[in-house]
């Protein structure tokens, strides 16, 4: 691609750093500002900026925060005696999407992984026995992907939590609403099958 | 989508104004963002900012440029005595990535189109005349895409330069490279054997 102007050349390079976002797609972005007003172009990297700055780690929960606790740890509504340990803050969102969830959460940041060199000290467990050992906590779910290393990371914090005897559980699996059981993998059908629950529950 | 920061709310809602970029695509962006240093975003924001407020028209041929001439303009070892005209900047630039024009351009910024309310005052004709008639130019090439709109325009720019005496060319038009014959479109086939090249040439 060959560019006439170092400005956009360099804007152009600015956007294509950005995860799946090629050169023609950052040279459509790019003329895609130019035809807007210059204000359009001060708002956009106004936000992006005072994003990055501003954006904290929630002190409780990890979850990503405006000011000191974030707003679902900031909100009294929310059950306080329940905490969905989750691997990622996509993950937590993905959960309040559903709005079947009012209690709080524990975002790890990431999975125990020895591949990718992730132990438990990279992630916020520590945090999250401190939490429970405040007495408050009635049960910890958690909703962590069933991979081996999701697997690996949920018998992990459920052994470093036994001493404090607060419940530990996990989300259900099983064939997913809609999916045709003939296209099922055979573990979760098994499971599925052995983790049966009364029909009308 | 719940966001539990108004920041990344924000963030996520400036990229999903962008063309091409959903509210998912915005917010695995900004999520990036957030997991790179605070100096990425600030350097992403800086090149776009400084590219938007910096950015200009060529005074000769409406070229994006950094300077008062795009770098095209301002690059004496390229044939002055030939003008290609395009409808846009990604046009020329597209000619450009061909490696095999050594000429001038001049950007009309679009084309002659009724039922967009675009007529030729819209369009940067005026400067095209002007500059013809200062002398130094020879040839005017028209790449402009063989749609009736553009097929108008070529008309109408090649009426407005008749009396001025320069050679008006249009870019040629046949069948692609690679392409095959019995999937090339009836006009094409038909206006490539009526405009057929001596072999060898």
Excluded: W
């Amino acid at each position: 691609m060959t560019f006439s102007s170092k400005l956009i050349e360099k804007a152009v390079e600015a956007f294509a750093t950005l995860p799946g976002i090629g050169r023609k797609t950052a040279l459509r972005l790019v003329l895609h500002l130019l035809k807007q007003d210059k204000l359009v172009t001060e708002q956009f990297a106004a936000a992006l900026v005072s994003m990055r700055e501003g954006i904290r780690d929630c002190r409780i929960c990890h979850n990503l925060a405006d000011e000191e606790l974030c707003q679902i740890c900031a909100d009294q509504r929310r059950d306080r005696s329940l905490v969905c340990v989750v691997e990622s803050i996509r993950d937590l969102m993905a959960i309040e999407d559903t709005g079947q969830y009012r209690g709080l959460y524990h975002v790890l940041g990431g999975i125990i992984s020895p591949i990718e060199g992730i132990g438990p000290g990279e992630l916020n467990i520590d945090s999250l026995t401190e939490r429970v050992q405040e007495g408050s906590i009635k049960e910890v779910i958690m909703a962590i992907s069933p991979t081996i290393e999701g697997e690996t990371t949920v018998y992990y914090i459920s052994k470093k939590l036994q001493e404090s005897g607060v419940l530990v559980s996990a989300i259900a699996r099983g064939v997913a609403f809609g999916g045709d059981l003939e296209y099922a993998d055979e573990l979760t059908l098994g499971r599925s099958i052995v983790a049966r629950i009364p029909y009308g529950r």
